[in-house]
């Protein structure tokens, strides 16, 4: 069966457990947002979730009515579903609902995914306060359920003024010339910087850099970061080209309102280590964004230095509601004096709701 149906009076709430049914979801959630957000659409969650994770979306409806859609996904091992479900809000795109009735949309979507007999955990990444805290408040209570808590990688954000120099200005004195120097560097050694990259250039790219780059990355990990990209409306990708024509470096991501997230970045530092290609990319790529009005850069799972000292961390919690049930209390034990390879098993992909595990921007120091 892949459809659950469930009784949450004045509410019912079906879980979808195929890609199908989910994409199927288009025009409910077109209906739910007033503005057109590439995020919260079916293809763009389907894109992101990796074969180590299952899909799932909970539909609420009041009076025969959709009143929101909660994304989830559940961990799979050796292909089989554990019983242990993620939700990741950690950039509001977990919720498909109006504003005022979020809160119990959550609430109705934790209850039946937990009347899922195998469901047995829920690591909701949310935000330390609001709605979704108060939600799986309310919940815990009336499910009777043990509550774990625990602290996320942060994605994080970097305002951007509305002209360049006034960027570097920010900059403390020797960002600001490193900034300069490798930039000046790279221009008169004759390479290139490519403010536009269609995807078959960005897949050339990716597949030109993979083994050039110092953070090793699965095939299945590129192929699912260029398939959230491709899935985006608004994406954008940018380059760095050799003056004999290869590729030095990449990076992706889409646009959504007035803010530009990058979702990965892949550079050859393995042959150019000395040229700092990550400083030119970023030095580039934010002079870009600023001059098409972007007014925010989202770093997903955070920033290296010094960046990251300039960029704040978008606060966020990841809770564990755990079902009370003597065999699945035994199971927690059983994990957590295993060791750390087990305790964090769950873990693997835990930032894959939008987040490429490949060179992500902490990995690439600026």
């Known amino acids: 069966m892949r459809t659950h149906v469930f009784d949450v009076h004045p509410y019912t709430a079906a879980v979808l457990c195929s890609a199908s049914a989910i994409r199927a979801l288009d025009p409910s959630v077109a209906q739910l947002t007033r503005e057109r957000d590439i995020t919260v659409e079916p293809r763009f969650f389907l894109a992101a979730v990796s074969s180590a994770w299952a899909p799932r979306a909970v539909v609420v409806r009041r009076d025969e009515q ?96 509305a002209e360049y120099e006034q960027f570097l200005e920010v900059l403390g004195y020797k960002t600001r010339r490193n900034f300069r120097y490798y930039r000046r560097k790279f221009h008169e050694a004759g390479h290139t910087y490519l403010p536009e990259l269609s995807m078959p250039e960005v897949k050339s790219a990716v597949a030109a850099l993979r083994s050039r780059c110092r953070i090793s990355s699965r095939r299945s990990e590129i192929e699912r970061a260029l398939n959230v990209v491709a899935a985006a409306d608004r994406p954008w990708a940018v380059g760095l080209k050799h003056r004999h024509g290869e590729w ?45 009005g972007t007014r925010e850069l989202i770093f997903w799972s955070g920033s290296a230095p010094p960046l990251s000292r300039y960029a704040t961390e978008i606060p966020a919690v990841a809770l564990h509601l755990d079902s009370r049930t003597p065999a699945w209390r035994l199971a927690r034990f059983v994990i957590r004096i295993a060791g750390r390879h087990l305790s964090n098993w769950m873990d693997t992909d835990l930032r894959d709701a939008g987040s490429p595990v490949i060179a992500n921007p902490r990995g690439h120091a600026v």
């Open 66 to 161: 959709v009143v929101g859609v909660v994304y989830a996904k559940e961990r799979r091992w050796g292909g089989v579903a554990t019983g242990l479900v993620c939700l990741d809000g950690r950039l509001g795109n977990m919720i498909v609902a109006d504003r005022a009735n979020m809160e119990d949309v959550l609430r109705v979507a934790i209850q039946a995914l937990f009347a899922m007999r195998r469901v047995v955990e829920l690591r909701l990444l949310i935000p330390p306060s609001g709605l979704e805290a108060r939600a799986v408040a309310r919940t815990r209570a009336l499910l009777d359920l043990d509550l774990g808590c625990s602290s996320p990688d942060p994605h994080t954000r970097l305002p951007l003024p």
């Open 248 to 292: 030095l470096s990449v990076a992706a991501g889409w646009y959504s309102a007035d803010r530009a997230v990058i979702f990965f970045q892949l550079n050859n530092d393995r042959e150019h280590a000395e040229a700092s290609l990550s400083v030119v990319l970023r030095a580039r790529l934010i002079e870009t964004l600023i001059a098409r």
